[in-house]
């Protein structure tokens, strides 16, 4: 089975981060699945479409190094601002908007605190790309 296409409102989880949270997609390339926009690997801005994931747990968070230093060592988890480390890395690269590859299930956006942000829920159940 293709992977299923991401699109606006998808559920993403990070590897260091301790609740899910939605992707959001403009509609700047004008490809709708579902009523929902698609997103683009560069679809991956802090803040604009990736929020935050609650806490951070990662040592090489800068706040989460400080905080866990003034507890003595123990791991002192800090509130998290994704810090994505280059584009999507996506499934199915063939299917393309304004010569940016979709992105698709299974796709993953590494953290430059280490975590692996990872699409829990595509948000589309039918619509396919290749």
Do not use: H, K
Request: with cysteine; charged share 5%.
């Amino acid at each position: 089975m293709s992977p299923l296409p991401v699109v606006s409102g998808a559920l993403l989880q990070c590897s260091m981060g301790t609740v899910p949270t939605p992707l959001t997609v403009l509609p700047t390339a004008r490809v709708i699945v579902e009523s929902r926009p698609v997103a683009r690997v560069t679809d991956n801005v802090p803040g604009l479409n990736i929020t935050p994931f609650g806490l951070c747990r990662s040592p090489a968070n800068p706040a989460v190094a400080i905080a866990t230093a003034a507890a003595l060592g123990v791991l002192t988890p800090m509130p998290c601002w994704p810090v994505p480390a280059g584009p999507w890395i996506s499934p199915a690269t063939r299917s393309v908007a304004g010569g940016i590859p979709f992105l698709a299930s299974g796709g993953t956006c590494l953290c430059a605190y280490g975590g692996v942000i990872s699409i829990q829920m595509p948000g589309s159940l039918r619509s396919q790309v290749s």
